[in-house]
T-cell receptor, first 113, second 113 residues
Framework: SQQGEEDPQALSIQEGENATMNCSYK?????LQWYRQNSGRGLVHLIL?????REKHSGRLRVTLDTSKKSSSLLITASRAADTASYFC?????????????FGKGTRLSVIA | DARVTQTPRHKVTEMGQEVTMRCQPI?????VFWYRQTMMQGLELLAY????????DSGMPKDRFSAEMPDATLATLKIQPSEPRDSAVYFC???????????FGPGTRLTVL
């Protein structure tokens, strides 16, 4: 079953606006990751936040993590048409090392030029 | 620019035929994952390997699916016999056991008629 659930399922915004996607998960985690998938392509890793971190930035991306609420958010600032894609949150299995990821269903983001 | 490669990119076959998908992980990566993506189920783990040894294949229908790593540069996923419900995009991903990031290939889009 899906560990993460993204909200909203779909989001349409104008270029230059900010896009916020949310993710909820069910069990304890070591880290939470966000991936992007362009139509017909593989997934690309965007950012990872560890369970002892609350916020992390990478370029125009900002991720927050609230382990008490088992939720995370991804903010894309000053969106561009090229940001149009599906965004997935993913959590790893417990244990050390690179473990399989459990993905949510994703948020489809459309950025209109 | 190191990438995970997958072949074939597209495969159309008839029910009952054998299908073999191949993956070349990024050189030096010792952890390999197979995921399947469908509209209904999203992304699900099928199997994963570390140092060529299978660690978990509980996501695979054992009677028809098999996954192997003949060597460190090749992972294979076989379906025999294939069924229409196997139609999906199959992704291979690789990573290092001491890092959490996974690098995805472009996927094999399988259609079973």
């Amino acid at each position: 079953s899906q560990q993460g659930e993204e909200d909203p399922q779909a989001l349409s915004i104008q270029e230059g606006e900010n896009a916020t996607m949310n993710c909820s998960y069910k069990t304890s985690i070591n880290n939470l990751q966000w991936y992007r998938q362009n139509s017909g392509r593989g997934l690309v890793h965007l950012i990872l936040i560890r369970s002892n971190e609350r916020e992390k930035h990478s370029g125009r991306l900002r991720v927050t993590l609230d382990t008490s609420k088992k939720s995370s958010s991804l903010l894309i600032t000053a969106s561009r048409a090229a940001d149009t894609a599906s965004y997935f949150c993913a959590t790893g299995w417990s244990g050390s090392g690179n473990t399989p990821l459990v993905f949510g269903k994703g948020t489809r983001l459309s950025v209109i030029a | 620019d190191a990438r995970v490669t997958q072949t074939p990119r597209h495969k159309v076959t008839e029910m009952g035929q054998e299908v073999t998908m191949r993956c070349q992980p990024i050189l030096g990566h010792n952890t390999v994952f197979w995921y399947r993506q469908t509209m209904m189920q999203g992304l699900e783990l099928l199997a994963y390997f570390r140092n060529r040894a299978p660690l978990d294949d509980s996501g695979m229908p054992k009677d028809r699916f098999s996954a192997e790593m003949p060597d460190a540069t090749l992972a294979t996923l076989k379906i025999q016999p294939s069924e229409p419900r196997d139609s999906a995009v199959y992704f291979c991903a690789s990573g290092l056991s001491n890092r959490d990031t996974q690098y995805f290939g472009p996927g094999t889009r399988l259609t079973v008629l």
